[in-house]
C-alpha cells in the first residue's frame, strides 16, 4: 500500500487517502493460460489471467451477475470483449466482496461527512460515509490530456469540489460532441464548471479519454445520484456532497 498526497478539505479538515496497488470464473477456466505468458499488471498473486477466446463476452465467462460486476470493476472497464483481449480475474471470486478488491482502504479518517474520491491515476472512483467507512467503488474514466475537437487540453481538474447540481437519466451534453453538443450523460452530477460524474452509455474503459466529465458506470452512476449524492440544500448549509479529485500523477510519502 502506499499513502497519497494529503487534501486539505474546507481549509480545516485533512484526509490521506491509502491506495492498494491492485490493478487490476468456471465457464473461464478453460481460457487459462501460464502466467509467464502474460503481460506483467496480470501477473499477480491471488489473480488468474485470462484470454478472451472468439465469441465470448461477459455474459458467456461470468453468467453471474456479482461476479461478472467484479471482474469488470478489477479490469477498469465495460466494453464489448473480443478475441485476444486479456482479463485478470480474483482467484476467490466466488466468495469474494465488491470491496475485497478496491483500489482505495476500507477506512479513512473520519471527516464528519460524505465524500467521493476520483482517483484518475488508478482511474477508480471510492465512496466514503461520515465515519471514514468505504461503502461502494468503480471504475472511472477522467479527461485526457489533449482534445484535438477543441484544440486545449481538457484533463479533469483535481482538487476538493462540491455537488451543485444533478440531472436524471436524461441528462445530455450541451457542448459535446462540438459544435451541437447531445452526447448521454446519465445521472450527472456537476461539480466544477461543465465537469460532471456521470454514467457512460457505451463503455468505461482503464485509460483517460474524456472532454473533463468522470465517466462511471450507468448502474455505478444511478446509485450515487440517488442513494448518495446531497444536492446543496438548507439542511447541509447548501453544501453538496464533497467530491476530492486527486492528481494524476501522484507520489509516495
Known amino acids: 500500500m502506499r499513502i497519497k498526497k494529503q487534501f486539505i478539505l474546507n481549509g480545516l479538515v485533512s484526509i490521506s487517502v491509502l491506495c492498494l496497488l491492485l490493478s487490476p470464473f468456471t465457464t473461464y477456466a478453460k481460457n487459462k493460460t501460464t502466467k509467464s505468458a502474460m503481460p506483467a499488471w496480470c501477473r499477480v498473486d491471488g ?4 484470454r478472451v477466446k472468439s465469441g465470448q463476452s461477459w455474459e458467456i465467462l461470468f453468467p453471474d451477475e456479482r461476479e461478472r460486476g467484479i471482474v469488470m470493476r478489477v479490469n477498469r472497464t465495460s466494453g464489448v470483449l473480443y478475441a485476444g483481449v486479456i482479463l485478470k480475474v480474483p482467484n476467490n471470486l466466488s466468495e469474494g466482496d465488491l470491496l475485497d478488491y478496491a483500489p482505495f482502504p476500507r477506512r479513512i479518517e473520519p471527516i ?3 465524500i467521493i474520491v476520483i482517483d484518475l491515476k488508478q482511474n477508480a472512483w471510492g465512496a466514503y460515509v461520515p465515519d471514514g467507512t468505504l461503502i461502494r467503488w468503480g471504475p472511472a474514466t477522467g479527461g485526457k490530456a489533449w482534445c484535438s475537437d477543441i484544440d486545449q487540453p481538457c484533463r479533469t481538474k483535481s482538487g476538493a ?3 451543485y447540481s444533478l440531472g436524471s437519466s436524461n ?6 460532441p462540438v459544435p451541437d453538443g447531445g452526447a448521454p450523460m446519465p445521472f450527472c452530477m456537476f461539480f466544477n464548471g461543465g465537469q460532471a460524474l456521470h454514467g457512460s452509455p457505451g463503455a468505461v474503459m482503464k485509460a483517460n479519454v474524456s472532454h473533463g466529465c468522470v465517466r462511471l458506470f450507468v448502474p455505478d452512476a444511478e446509485w450515487l445520484r440517488y442513494d448518495f ?5 438548507a439542511e447541509n448549509n447548501y453544501r453538496g456532497t464533497k467530491v476530492i479529485v486527486l492528481p494524476y ?3 509516495a510519502s
Open 229 to 233: 449524492v446531497e444536492p446543496p440544500r
Open 161 to 163: 469540489f462540491r455537488i
Open 112 to 114: 464528519g461527512e460524505k
Open 249 to 251: 500523477a501522484t507520489t
Open 47 to 50: 489473480y488468474t489471467c485470462l
Open 171 to 176: 441528462c445530455i451534453s450541451s457542448k459535446f
